[in-house]
């Protein structure tokens, strides 16, 4: 798994558990289309594009769930590419813990006889 296929001539897609899309929008420049579940797939997607000699330039996120943005942190650190998505997605990217709030509908998880 984690394999690049290339479906046209500037446009690939990582076979992964969260499918991810590359559009190479020059000789060595490309474009991510969501990013992967976590660190892990950041970093494996991170290997892919280095063995193709391209630099990653800007992730593009599809929605906000985890699945399309947990390797996001990894690769701008790392790469330092810009991360663009929409105005409403952008509140749970930059602070990821809003994700279940969104996920449950707000409302909090019933007692499960844990006490904080």
Same mark, same amino acid.
């Given at each position: 798994? @984690?394999?690049l296929v290339q479906v046209a001539e500037n446009t690939y897609y990582i076979n992964s558990p969260s499918k991810m899309g590359v559009y190479r =929008? &020059?000789?060595d420049d490309v474009w991510l289309i969501? &990013?992967?579940n976590d660190k892990d797939a950041g #970093?494996? =997607?991170?290997k892919i594009l280095e063995a193709q000699g391209w630099k +990653?330039? /800007?992730i593009i996120n599809t929605h906000s769930n985890a699945d399309h943005i947990g390797g996001n942190t990894l690769l701008q650190n #790392? +790469?330092?590419? /810009? =991360? @663009? &998505?929409t105005p409403m997605e952008? /509140?749970?990217?930059?602070a990821p813990i809003l994700e279940p709030s969104f996920l449950y509908g707000g409302y909090p998880f019933k007692n499960c006889g844990i006490n904080f």
């Open positions: 798994m @984690y394999e =929008v &020059s000789d969501d &990013s992967g #970093r494996k =997607v991170q +990653l330039t /800007a #790392r +790469l330092n590419c /810009a =991360v @663009y &998505s952008n /509140a749970v990217i930059e």
